[in-house]
């Protein structure tokens, strides 16, 4: 390592490592929340028990504007099959502040402070990995597995630093709308290259033509073909297939998509040319440049603001996420001949505060008019059909077609569409959507 790399690693280590007092206020806070909860478990009689999860039992917490601290409420195995989402809500009544996120199974947000929120999430205990109901019920054992294994201060401060380079690179988390890289994840990948420098290095160097990169920390398989073979297939589409150390048939980084991947190996290769500060800063999309860039080419150019009711985080990224794909296919449908769009899309983006707000722009080219297939000459019936509904028609190959003049802008067509479509929108979780410019 040279002395501009290990410099810059450690500026960033200093910015990242929580404080002693933000540290010792979740400790104080986790401490009267935990026995609360423990008081409530006594009181109706349930066989169950909290344990910490997450980067702050890992050790691995990076400091954050708004810190979120998982804690797992773990049910025996004889409430199996059983709601026991509905079980820890009754845990939590008096407490203040208290949100259900629903998902495969419901869990719990309580707001601590305006800085620091916890996740109360009930699981079930699992002896056997194959028969946990839902991803969550491995957690334990992740905890577990890298408590035991990372016994370094360096390696976990090496974690950080990655995390930190996750969140600049908008590549951390496993949610659907990033499909990136997740806390476990990442603790493995930098344990098992022993450092954060190592990790990017291999990623960097990664030929995707030699085959997928496979990692079996604790050799639970012979050989490589092994792994492909055992592993579900769904679960091997990542760029890098993980073998979970606590269950050999699960791929620990099964959400990071092709996507996500790319934009990590670039700015690694970036990082390793030219070491600095500013690869670790969360960048901000330059909308006046893209806007002016665009009327430059004579494209359009639209930005719209959405909202949401969801609760904010993976499920209000997620719901945001699925309306702006949708909505691209409303401005450029994926299953319509290119001829018969009204837009050809130059550029977009989509952009997730971790609230309840997000924005998203599209630049487009757009076309004074287009050409509209329609049926076979020898099909009679629906040719007379088709000429009264487009005055302008030819003849083609065997075919009839039709030009169609486009004569309103993507902002009037954003807006009819938002009116004709109303309905769908709030069906989609989108409480507010407005076209900014």
Not at 55 to 75: E, P
Request: charged share 35%; proline share 3%; aromatic share 12%.
């Amino acid at each position: 390592m040279n002395k501009k790399t290990g410099d810059t690693l450690k500026e960033v280590l200093i910015k990242v490592d929580p404080s002693k007092e933000d540290l010792k206020k979740i400790n104080e806070s986790l401490k009267q929340f935990k026995e609360k909860i423990e008081k409530q478990i006594k009181r109706h009689k349930l066989n169950a028990v909290i344990f910490e999860g997450g980067s702050f039992a890992k050790k691995t917490l990076i400091k954050k504007n708004n810190y979120d601290i998982d804690i797992f409420i773990m049910f025996s195995e004889k409430f199996r099959g059983q709601n026991i989402s509905k079980l820890t809500e009754k845990l939590l009544k008096g407490f203040k502040e208290v949100s259900v996120i629903h998902g495969s199974r419901d869990y719990f947000q309580i707001n601590k402070s305006k800085d620091f929120f916890i996740e109360l999430v009930p699981v079930i205990k699992v002896n056997d990995p194959k028969k946990a109901e839902n991803i969550t019920d491995l957690s334990y054992s992740h905890v577990k597995y890298i408590n035991k294994k990372i016994k370094s201060q360096k390696i976990l401060d090496e974690i950080k630093i990655a995390k930190a380079f996750c969140y600049a690179t908008k590549t951390y988390g496993a949610e659907s709308y990033i499909n990136g890289f997740s806390g476990y994840s990442l603790e493995l990948l930098v344990y098992y290259y022993k450092g954060f420098l190592n990790f990017i290095k291999a990623v960097a160097g990664y030929d995707p033509r030699k085959g997928k990169l496979i990692i079996d920390i604790e050799k639970h398989y012979k050989n490589k073909n092994d792994v492909l073979l055992d592993m579900n297939s769904s679960k091997l589409g990542s760029p890098i297939i993980l073998v979970d150390p606590t269950y050999k048939q699960r791929n620990a980084i099964a959400a990071l998509s092709k996507e996500t991947f790319e934009r990590f190996k670039q700015a690694s290769k970036k990082f390793l040319k030219n070491p600095s500060i500013k690869n670790f800063e969360i960048k901000k999309i330059d909308l006046e440049k893209i806007k002016k860039d665009a009327l430059n080419k004579k494209n359009e150019f639209i930005l719209l603001e959405l909202k949401t009711q969801k609760p904010a985080g993976a499920v209000a990224g997620s719901k945001f996420l699925k309306f702006y794909n949708h909505l691209e296919n409303e401005i450029s449908p994926k299953g319509v001949s290119s001829g018969e769009r009204f837009y050809e899309i130059k550029n977009k983006g989509f952009e997730y505060n971790q609230e309840n707000n997000a924005i998203c722009f599209f630049a487009v080219k757009p076309k004074k008019e287009i050409v509209i297939e329609g049926p076979f000459i020898k099909d009679k019936n629906n040719i007379k059909k088709f000429k009264k509904l487009h005055k302008k028609t030819f003849y083609k190959s065997n075919k009839i077609y039709a030009r169609e003049k486009i004569n309103f802008s993507l902002n009037e067509f954003i807006k009819n569409w938002k009116k004709k479509y109303q309905k769908k929108i709030i069906e989609m979780s989108i409480s507010w959507m407005n076209v900014v410019e």
